[in-house]
């Protein structure tokens, strides 16, 4: 067959690594900023799990004495189904403290925000959680940025 070059291999000698491994070298040492962050970012999975299955159980109607939630409007149903899942996502990801996680929550987190200012009739939110809201997303730039600033 013209222009056909067979494939050559290169074996690894004994003693030594693949070329063909995926494995990286061990890293620095994670900083102290760096260890606050990941702490951060569990502690805040844990919130949003919690957050997560409490719009479970909503749509399950067993938490006792609240209203059922076929009876809810249309739009209020349509925003406890989609942050029971985008919050039980983002928790995953900030916990694994993965960069998608932390998009994820970014997004339910402003989107929570969103929707309480602009329709507070399909996710009443009161004033101080607004405020709790905003000051995680600070907390979490301001320890990704001193990480960050660490890691140079």
Known sequence: MPGYLPIRRKT????EIPIDRIERTQGPAPGTWDTVLIWFMRLTAL???IKSIAAWATI????????????EPFGRQAAIVYF???DAAAAIGLWLTSAWGGVIWLLAVTSAMTLAVLTPQLLPMPVPLLVFGGCVVTMYF???????QEAR
């Open 12 to 15: 690894a000698r004994p003693g």
């Open 47 to 49: 919130l949003w799990l």
């Open 60 to 71: 399950l109607d067993v938490i006792p004495g609240a209203r059922a939630f076929e009876t």
């Open 84 to 86: 029971a899942v985008v």
């Open 142 to 148: 301001l320890l990704s940025w001193l990480a960050a």
